[in-house]
Antibody, heavy 125, light 108 residues
Framework: EVQLVESGGGLVKPGGSLRLSCAASGFTFSSYRMNWVRQAPGKGLEWVSSISSSSDSIFYADSVKGRFTISRDNAKNSLYVQMNSLRAEDTAVYYC??????????????????WGQGTMLTVSS | DIQMTQSPSSLSASVGDRVTITCRASQTINSYLNWYQHKPGKAPKLLIYAASSLQSGVPSRFSGSGSGTDFTLTISSLQPEDFATYYCQQSYSTPQYTFGQGTKLEIK
């Protein structure tokens, strides 16, 4: 079964750090770009970060740039995000999501086809 | 940055109704538009990619249309399991994706 399972969430004080993990199974993890997406309480989905299959292409949302670091270990089929200098506004459910790229007509279309169930991060004193 | 605006923000409808949700991009994104369904406590689910292609396993009552800046998601006959929040997402400025703010579909 194709599956993503996040872990590592919890309660952290403002200014603190935490690392989230995402374990992949049922597919060739090393072949796919991966993403982190979050949803703050009562808010919508927000893309956070993306990493290519070989880790040579990494992007961040402006809201986390300089504070979050995405990484992956293809040998362990795992995705990570190291979160530093945490703020109250980082409180959210964090999802990992697989990026699939398909040729549709004349365009290569990207979408997130597999998602985990999410892990909750609460930043509060 | 490309901004995505959905309307309405919330919608009440009945089982069997035909429902349309719209999504507008702040600049042209060709057909680089995806739709997701999200239920509380669950993983989001991809419904439509590339504006109008149905994701494998998604019921045919879901359809998408549009190109450029204006897009729609249509549910032809609402089923009880369709009550959820729906998001559009642009994949034009890949991989710096942007979601719309969501449309919450509730039972009337």
């Amino acid at each position: 079964e194709v599956q993503l399972v996040e872990s590592g969430g919890g309660l952290v004080k403002p200014g603190g750090s935490l690392r989230l993990s995402c374990a992949a199974s049922g597919f060739t993890f090393s072949s796919y770009r991966m993403n982190w997406v979050r949803q703050a309480p009562g808010k919508g989905l927000e893309w956070v970060s993306s990493i290519s299959s070989s880790s040579d292409s990494i992007f961040y949302a402006d809201s986390v740039k300089g504070r979050f670091t995405i990484s992956r270990d293809n040998a362990k089929n795992s995705l990570y995000v190291q979160m530093n200098s945490l703020r109250a506004e980082d409180t959210a459910v964090y999802y990992c999501a697989r990026n699939i790229r398909r040729l549709v007509g004349a365009i290569f279309s990207d979408a997130f086809d597999i998602w985990g169930q999410g892990t909750m991060l609460t930043v509060s004193s | 940055d490309i901004q995505m605006t959905q309307s309405p923000s919330s919608l009440s409808a009945s089982v069997g109704d035909r429902v349309t949700i719209t999504c507008r991009a702040s600049q042209t994104i060709n057909s680089y538009l995806n739709w997701y369904q999200h239920k509380p406590g669950k993983a989001p689910k991809l419904l439509i990619y590339a504006a109008s292609s149905l994701q494998s396993g998604v019921p045919s009552r879901f359809s998408g249309s549009g190109s450029g800046t204006d897009f729609t998601l249509t549910i032809s006959s609402l089923q009880p399991e369709d009550f959820a929040t729906y998001y559009c997402q642009q994949s034009y400025s890949t991989p710096q994706y942007t979601f719309g703010q969501g449309t919450k579909l509730e039972i009337k």
